[in-house]
């Protein structure tokens, strides 16, 4: 069964320092996609980044970067320099093509301090 | 804004009655999700519409079903409301080549369920 692990409830970070907030997964399919969503508490669902498993370099977007580690089954969400907008939740997701459904982990708190 | 609408955004009813919420997937989208997310179960799948076709169900109770209709729109009811039922539910939708689901979904804003 496929299962994402959130180890970090709640994180205080400074303003412009950078951040990771780890991730594992546990699946048996060869084939699946990895995915960060941020939470603001505003409610609604961002999506950040995706990282598929063939994918052989670590995904990038903008401040946002991935650091998939295949046979650890980890996918770190990496912020740099944070800003104060970046106070929310964040929740690491997991999908393959033939599951037809995406499971989340319990989300991480990240608040960050001026 | 991700494009996916739902509607209402809030609701507030009774135990016992019955809800329909609604959503609208992004242009072009054919697949649609919906979840639950309440404080003590977290983020749930519940169910996924393919084209009008029901294509994978998660955690969803007998008392709520969904349906995609012709124009791709979603409608989740939820019937013989509980106390428990309160949560924010949401919709996602995705363009994967033949339902699959490896790549992002999109969620829509959300529609809070409260039910006194």
């Known amino acids: 069964a496929q299962k994402i692990t959130q180890t970090q409830p709640g994180m205080f970070v400074q303003e412009k320092e950078a951040v990771t907030l780890d991730c594992t997964y546990d699946?048996?399919?060869?084939?699946?996609?990895l995915f960060w969503y941020k939470q603001p508490s505003s409610g609604e669902m961002i999506f950040l980044i995706y990282q598929g498993s063939y994918d052989q370099q670590n995904a990038t977007e903008g401040r946002y970067s991935l650091n998939f580690q295949k046979a650890r089954k980890s996918a770190n969400l990496v912020i740099s320099a944070s800003q104060l907008g970046d106070s929310a939740m964040y929740f690491c997701?997991?999908?393959?093509?033939?599951?037809?459904?995406?499971?989340f982990g319990s989300g991480t708190r990240l608040s960050i301090r001026p | 804004d991700s494009g996916v609408t739902q509607t209402p955004k809030h609701l507030i009813t009774a135990t016992g009655q019955r809800v329909t919420l609604r959503c609208s997937p992004r242009s072009g989208d054919l697949s649609v999700y919906w979840y639950q997310q309440s404080l003590d179960q977290g983020l749930q799948f519940l169910i996924q519409?393919?084209?009008?076709?029901?294509?994978a169900k998660g955690n969803i109770l007998e008392r709520f079903s969904a349906q995609q209709f012709p124009d791709l729109h979603s409608e989740l009811n939820l019937s013989s409301l509980e106390l428990g039922d309160s949560a924010l539910y949401f919709c996602a939708s995705s363009s994967p080549v033949g339902g699959q689901t490896n790549n992002e979904q999109f969620f829509g804003p959300g529609t809070r369920l409260t039910v006194l």
């Open positions: 997701a997991m999908t393959s093509p033939f599951a037809s459904k995406i499971i």
């Open positions: 699946t048996s399919d060869p084939s699946y996609g």
């Open positions: 519409y393919y084209n009008g076709e029901e294509r």
